[in-house]
């Protein structure tokens, strides 16, 4: 180890946890249960932690809010169950009026919005509900019923676009807290597609149309049309999203042969990997930002594990203790 006896560091104001500190950065210096310890290293890349589990199996659910304060609604083959995160543990919220699976979902834990989905036997609605954080009320319906579509934006200023409702779609539609009004189809008529960013700067990725071809096709709005952004590294279907036009991630979803664990980071341009996912995952839910994000359930296997997308934890090394002196 590195001789530190002659070297002066000034101690900086730090958050312990356990025998570390939380994040160290290099060149940090604390104290903590008789020892000394230096940061060596920092990680900024983002990687995929283990997160509160559902109270249930969710897969084919809707997503909202953020890392801290997230939403999981519907799915799992018609259920109707809303449940809320804090950044820990997830608890009961509000049920849904309709119990639906493969509906879209956006906006915030106080205020989203759900949209569409299959109530059953194919049966696709065009049902919009609102949820103030306590308790969902009914909203305009959508012009079109469909499923799997991608969805992005507020509940005030809501996109949704693409879907399937016995044929595949490219129609979108826009909300503005009170009804949906048509806007600019995409270029490539899909499903399963994830959903990213606002009403006016919203993406579009992935998924599946006629045939089943699978696309890795990425598509930006801008308030009334689409036009091709970059493509994400393998076609697949049934990726989730978070984040924005700028900087968004997308990740999971099922290729042709298997379900994956990939990550991909957008910066306004192009996709690059990110930390793979801890489990392949896909049908679910994401919700939050692209260096703050949730990825919440899965359909394959079943499950209600949650993951956290964020920074990397440094590494340190102990110097000494007091008892062995300078």
Do not use: H
């Amino acid at each position: 180890m590195t001789d530190y006896k002659n070297v002066r560091y000034k101690l900086p104001a730090v958050t312990l946890s356990g025998d570390t500190e939380s994040s160290p950065a290099e060149g940090d210096i604390w104290y903590d249960s008789g020892k000394f310890y230096l940061g060596t290293s920092q990680s900024f890349s983002n990687v995929w932690s283990s997160g509160g589990n559902l109270s249930q199996n969710a897969y084919y659910n809707g997503g909202a809010g953020t890392q801290t304060a997230g939403l999981s609604f519907g799915g799992s083959y018609v259920t109707n169950v809303t449940e809320e995160y804090n950044g820990t543990a997830w608890s009961a919220g509000g049920n849904l009026a309709t119990a639906r699976y493969l509906l879209g979902g956006l906006g915030t834990q106080t205020a989203g919005l759900s949209m569409g989905g299959d109530t059953g036997s194919d049966t696709y609605v065009t049902t919009t509900e609102e949820y103030n954080g306590t308790a969902w009320s009914s909203g305009g319906a959508l012009a079109t019923a469909r499923y799997g579509m991608a969805s992005a934006g507020t509940q005030t200023a809501g996109l949704c676009a693409g879907g399937f409702n016995g044929s595949y779609l490219s129609s979108t539609e826009e909300y503005n807290g009170t009804s949906w009004s048509g806007g600019g189809a995409l270029g490539t008529i899909k499903y399963g597609m994830g959903g990213a960013g606002t009403q006016i700067a919203g993406l579009a990725m992935g998924g599946m149309g006629a045939s089943s071809t699978l696309y890795n096709v990425t598509e930006e709005y801008d308030g009334s049309s689409w036009s091709a952004g970059g493509n994400i590294s393998a076609a697949r279907r049934l990726l989730s999203a978070a984040g924005t036009q700028s900087a968004a991630i997308c990740m999971g979803g099922k290729t042709a042969s298997a379900t994956v664990n990939t990550t991909e980071e957008y910066n306004g341009t192009a996709w690059s990997s990110g930390g793979n996912l801890i489990t392949a995952r896909a049908g679910f839910a994401g919700a939050g930002t692209s260096s703050a994000g949730l990825a919440i359930g899965n359909q394959d296997p079943a499950s209600a594990t949650t993951e956290e997308y964020g920074a990397g934890i440094g590494s340190y090394d102990e110097l000494f203790s007091p008892s062995q002196g300078l």
